[in-house]
């Protein structure tokens, strides 16, 4: 008896039952959200945990079964038939898998998607297809079942990005800080025509493509080629806005030609959605104090979520009273790009607010910054006080050079292709120098809390960050309040903002 051959054989069945898995919890409109109600942001963590285990099965039985090759006469160049293990395939079917697996790995998915788009599913279809090809009797039963799914789930969501209707109605840069490595655009969408891309909650994201202006990459067409971004406008307010951050200046990527296409405007480019997905595990609205934590451009979701709230007031249906913010972030210009979402916070003096940006990196970066704006505009044929929270703008308009602007009111500035005019950070907003210390926060928030009443803790940011948010507020599946009288909602920021659950 070969016990180390027993090993070998049984492993790929383990292997085969998490590719099962992988697969079907990848799917967004398949049976996992049809018949049991797991969203496809939930199902994503169980999708990255099953697959990296099926390689690594996969890696175990690779190895045993090449080291028992030539003693129990499995040989590479054998005879191929349907009835038998084929030695070839599945070896090229293992470092298939290899590569699906490193690609995913976050320093490749995040910095450069479309290789990791690309070399993700070009090679999972490879992979599957060896795999039959390696022992069709055990895969051809798994994959026949994956197959009706899979297609079932594609054909939904081609018809959703076919027909969702949206609008590219302006796209501007709000931060240019290379010093900080700091690029940041804003991209205004008109309400799709299908209601589940309308329907988002604080903290959901959006599959995204742009095509006009912006080219394919690895052999992908623009038009096909989504990237997933946080939503950063509330669901209550009449627009999508998305902020893109270039993640790799200067090279050409996706996220650098949006940049550089934002520069002098880009309605004409055709944008496409699909569904709006991910919401948070702990509704906000059921706590009396709301703290949230950020770094860098995962204030977004947050922004979205104290839009929200703001907007919730106004309707008076939320419970929350107080809000505090505490925002990590190296550059000034990108807390003066949210500037229109702290215009929400002081159109609500029903909730104290508590808005705090910790300025790392920078001295003096305390000081908040205006400016005479560019000359020659007069006050009078150009106040920003006087316009929508928002409202994009074109200089020429006004008779003036420049591109698009956008309009930030109460500040008495404009931004200008990521540079701030006329104004600075708004007057709402303490900004503090140094990086936060969250214990000390977070102890004195619940020590302010009347008894009786909840926090709710929402994180989005580093991973350094969340780790240090996620030790001190038990996190939660679900709605839940904790004995410490903190629930937690921490969300890491792998594709800008997955709503993925810490721990």
């Not at 051959?5 to 049984?10: D, I, P, Y």
């Not at 038939?81 to 490193?102: C, D, Q, Y």
């Not at 030609?257 to 948070?280: D, I």
Request: hydrophobic content about 45%.
């Amino acid at each position: 008896y070969d016990s180390a051959l027993a090993f070998g054989r049984a492993i790929p069945h383990g292997a085969l039952r998490l590719w099962w898995l992988a697969e079907i919890s990848a799917h967004r409109f398949g049976i996992m959200w049809g018949v049991f109600g797991i969203p496809y942001d939930r199902m994503i963590t169980f999708h990255k945990m099953s697959g990296r285990l099926a390689v690594l099965f996969m890696t175990l039985h690779a190895v045993v079964m090449l080291g028992k090759r030539n003693v129990h006469g499995y040989t590479l160049d054998a005879k191929f038939s349907v009835n038998t293990i084929n030695m070839l395939p599945g070896l090229l079917a293992w470092l298939a898998s290899l590569v699906v697996a490193l690609s995913a790995l976050p320093v490749i998915r995040r910095k450069y998607f479309e290789v990791f788009y690309a070399l993700h599913f070009n090679f999972k279809f490879f992979m599957t297809v060896l795999m039959i090809l390696h022992a069709p009797r055990w895969v051809i039963p798994f994959s026949a079942g994956l197959l009706v799914s899979f297609y079932f789930d594609a054909c939904l969501r081609f018809y959703t990005k076919a027909m969702c209707g949206a609008k590219l109605l302006s796209a501007t840069v709000v931060a240019d800080d290379s010093k900080n490595n700091v690029q940041v655009a804003r991209l205004e969408i008109e309400k799709a025509s299908l209601e589940n891309v309308n329907h988002w909650h604080p903290g959901s994201f959006v599959m995204m493509s742009l095509s006009g202006p912006i080219k394919g990459a690895m052999g992908i067409p623009a038009a096909g080629l989504f990237h997933p971004y946080t939503i950063a406008s509330p669901p209550s307010s009449k627009k999508i806005v998305v902020m893109v951050r270039n993640m790799a200046a200067g090279s050409g990527q996706w996220s650098d030609q949006v940049f550089e296409m934002s520069k002098g405007g880009a309605a004409q480019a055709t944008v496409r959605l699909g569904p709006c997905m991910g919401r948070l595990e702990i509704d906000p609205a059921e706590f009396s104090t709301v703290v949230l934590c950020c770094g860098g451009i995962g204030v977004t979701p947050m922004a979205s979520l104290w839009g929200e709230i703001a907007l919730a007031h106004q309707q008076k249906y939320s419970k929350v009273k107080r809000v505090k913010l505490y925002w990590s972030v190296r550059s000034q210009q990108l807390v003066t790009a949210f500037a229109e979402w702290f215009e929400y916070a002081s159109q609500c003096p029903s909730v104290e607010w508590d808005l705090n940006v910790f300025m790392t990196g920078q001295q003096g970066a305390a000081q908040a910054v205006g400016g005479a704006g560019p000359a020659g505009i007069p006050q009078s044929s150009f106040d920003p006080n006087t316009m929508q929270a928002g409202q994009a703008v074109h200089m020429q308009n006004y008779g003036q050079p420049g591109g698009p602007a956008i309009v930030v009111p109460n500040t008495g500035g404009y931004i200008i292709n990521g540079a701030a005019f006329g104004g600075g950070i708004p007057a709402n907003v303490t900004v503090k120098e140094g990086r936060p210390n969250f214990t000390a926060l977070l102890e004195d928030c619940v020590a302010k809390t009347p008894s009786g009443e909840y926090v709710g803790v929402f994180s989005c940011g580093p991973a350094a960050m969340m780790a240090d948010v996620a030790a001190l507020v038990p996190v939660t599946p679900g709605y839940s309040l904790t004995k410490s009288r903190l629930s937690g909602d921490t969300r890491t920021t792998s594709f800008a903002w997955l709503a993925l659950p810490w721990g």
